[in-house]
T-cell receptor, first 109, second 111 residues
Framework: GQNIDQPTEMTATEGAIVQINCTYQ??????LFWYQQHAGEAPTFLSY????GLEEKGRFSSFLSRSKGYSYLLLKELQMKDSASYLC??????????FGQGTELSVKP | DVKVTQSSRYLVKRTGEKVFLECVQD?????MFWYRQDPGLGLRLIYF???????EKGDIPEGYSVSREKKERFSLILESASTNQTSMYLC??????????FGPGTRLTVL
């Protein structure tokens, strides 16, 4: 199977901050991606981390620790439109993008 | 602006029919991919291509074939559609270990 895990679902309140975690195990690593997918639509690219640390892009930030095989996506000032599935993915040694199952985030008023 | 298009958003076919799903990208990417997405199973790679006329099997190639005659176009073929091929099909393009960009998806129903 694919060695990448993330929580199945999360709930948060509008205006709050939420952190979605992703852990992975791979012998060859070429970067960690986060995608957002609204119901019935295609995934859209959010972020790409290849070095350790935090990458900030507006309300969204993504963190990577290669030694721990760990990443998180941080969403600030949550809006109702942020309700979606969030997919983490890494490239394996064969050059294939391996996806997690996705975390279904529900933002409540 | 990145653009990946797929020939249909929704498609209904009968068991045994031959089905063609077309994908076109305008970013001059070498690599193109076909995935299917099912509830509880996530995105699974069917086939990919690193160059024109080149194809590689992904994780679930059985029942599918592909064609890449031109760099910008990657076709997925279901030789004889079956009900277990009812799914959302997503095409993507990208560079090697670079970001993959997805098309809008084709929701295929096989009756």
């Amino acid at each position: 199977g694919q060695n990448i895990d993330q929580p199945t679902e999360m709930t948060a309140t509008e205006g709050a901050i939420v952190q979605i975690n992703c852990t992975y195990q791979t012998s060859g690593f070429n970067g960690l991606f986060w995608y957002q997918q609204h119901a019935g639509e295609a995934p859209t690219f959010l972020s790409y981390n290849v070095l350790d640390g935090l990458e900030e892009k507006g309300r969204f930030s993504s963190f990577l620790s290669r030694s721990k095989g760990y990443s998180y996506l941080l969403l600030k000032e949550l809006q109702m439109k942020d309700s979606a599935s969030y997919l983490c993915a890494y490239y394996n040694q064969g050059g294939k993008l391996i996806f997690g199952q996705g975390t279904e985030l529900s933002v409540k008023p | 602006d990145v653009k990946v298009t797929q020939s249909s958003r929704y498609l209904v076919k009968r068991t045994g029919e031959k089905v063609f799903l077309e994908c076109v990208q305008d970013m001059d990417h070498e690599n193109m991919f076909w995935y299917r997405q099912d509830p509880g199973l996530g995105l699974r790679l069917i086939y990919f291509s690193y160059d024109v006329k080149m194809k590689e099997k992904g994780d679930i190639p059985e029942g599918y074939s592909v064609s890449r005659e031109k760099k910008e176009r990657f076709s997925l073929i279901l030789e004889s559609a079956s009900t277990n091929q009812t799914s959302m099909y997503l095409c993507a393009s990208g560079g090697n270990t670079d970001t993959q960009y997805f098309g809008p998806g084709t929701r295929l129903t096989v009756l």
